[in-house]
Structures are given as structure tokens and as C-alpha cells.
């Protein structure tokens, strides 16, 4: 009799250890924080080959060749969209036709002038790429016209020195298109209210929206010199 319950004793300590033992594993569990999940500090904690880039980043593999790449960076304007959309995927296309559904809508050109935007799209916008101020384009101003600028120009339409200065801050225009009479827009910001126009025929103009109503100064006329 007692040989029979020192065997129930041992038997109930070992059920009580296994039972101590799963609740310890689970709390373990309850308490690690989830491969790419935010615990209580903020901390990141990501598995290996886990990436928090998002999906669309520049930093992304386009699936273009270095070749196609240089292409595209060097096309014209008024070529870029249609050779982009010759080499876009599925999901690039339906952004560039999107492109040119907006703005149509909104009047603001074609939408196959925006050549941030559509080269964003294609992934070839470095990352994190600044955009100009009007500070940058006025020091910019100062520099060319030091130079000589006024003195070099050969026509009215020549605004490819201005642009070649200013995309070396911000990579490449907003907006380059025009009807007649070229326009190079480069926006300070997504809300373009507020942005430095190259109009080749005259010079380069500072625009921005004041109380709803639109704005404009020369900050550099054809000709001057100082």
C-alpha cells in the first residue's frame, strides 16, 4: 500500500514539472517580438533577407538593363514616355497611362511631360534625391551670369545650360514640354505651389500660389548681365 502511493506521489511531481515547463515555453513565445514586427521599445526585429524597402522604392531592382537605363536617363523629352512605356511592366504602365490621364484632367500638360514622375515610375529617381530651392536657383543664377552666361547664350530658346546646373541638384525637371515656347518646371515640393520655370524665350521666372491666386517674378530676364 504504501510502495502504491509513493508511485501516485512521483507520478504527480513529473505531471506538475511537464506542466510548469509548456507554461514557461509558451510566456517565452508571448513575450519575443515577431520577425518584422514593432515590440513595446520601437525596435525593429526583421528575419535575414528581410528588407523594410518599400515596394516601388528607386532603390529596387528595375529589371532594366544598364543599357535600357542610360536610354531612358538620355532620352529627349518629348521621347521619354513612349520608350518608357515600350519597357514597363504591367504594373509601371497602368502608372504612366495613369500619368497621362491626370494630366490631361487637370490641364497642366500632357502628362508624358512630367519627367520626375515618369522616371520615378521606371525606378531610375535615386533615392532620397533633393529638389531645388529658390535659393539654389538664385546662387545658381549668380554663378552662370559670373560666368559669362548672358554673353554666351546664341538664341532664345537655349535653356539647356540652366537645366543642366539645376538637375544637378534635382536630378531631372518636373515638367518639360511647351506649345511653341519651352517650358522646364522644376516644383519645390508634390504640391506644386510653388516652382522655378526656365522659359527659354525669356529667362527664368519664380512662381507660387498666394491666396489661391498665382504669383510671378523674374529671377533671371534674357540679356542681364548682373
Known amino acids: 500500500m504504501k510502495r502504491e502511493a509513493l508511485v501516485c506521489i512521483i507520478l504527480g511531481i513529473v505531471i506538475l514539472m511537464c506542466a510548469c515547463g509548456d507554461r514557461k515555453s509558451e510566456a517565452l513565445e508571448t513575450d ?11 525596435t525593429i526585429s526583421l528575419s ?17 538593363s544598364a543599357k535600357m537605363k542610360e536610354e531612358l536617363l538620355n ?51 535615386p533615392q532620397n534625391v533633393a529638389r531645388l530651392t529658390l535659393a539654389d536657383a538664385k546662387r545658381i543664377i549668380q554663378e552662370m551670369v559670373a560666368d559669362g552666361y548672358s554673353e554666351q547664350i546664341t538664341n532664345a530658346d537655349d535653356s539647356s545650360a540652366f537645366k543642366a546646373r539645376f538637375n ?3 536630378f531631372a525637371p ?15 515640393d508634390d504640391a506644386r505651389t510653388e516652382y522655378v520655370e526656365v522659359c527659354g524665350a525669356t ?17 533671371y530676364h534674357l540679356g ?3
Open 224 to 226: 542681364e548681365t548682373e
Open 75 to 125: 532620352a529627349s523629352p518629348d521621347s521619354l514616355y513612349e520608350k518608357c512605356l515600350a519597357v514597363a511592366d504591367t504594373t509601371q504602365r497602368q502608372q504612366l497611362e495613369n500619368l497621362k490621364v491626370e494630366g490631361a484632367r487637370l490641364a497642366f500638360g500632357a502628362g508624358d511631360e512630367y519627367i520626375r514622375e515618369i522616371i520615378g515610375i521606371m525606378g531610375l529617381l
Open 32 to 42: 519575443s517580438p515577431k520577425s518584422g514586427t514593432v515590440s513595446d521599445n520601437s
Open 48 to 64: 535575414p533577407g528581410e528588407s523594410l524597402t518599400p515596394v516601388g522604392d528607386a532603390s529596387e531592382k528595375t529589371g532594366l
Open 203 to 219: 529667362g527664368v521666372i519664380y512662381s507660387h500660389m498666394v491666396n489661391g491666386k498665382w504669383e510671378w517674378e523674374y529671377i
Open 174 to 188: 518636373d515638367f518639360d514640354g511647351g506649345s511653341g515656347l519651352s517650358r522646364v518646371e522644376y516644383w519645390f
Open 168 to 170: 544637378e541638384i534635382a
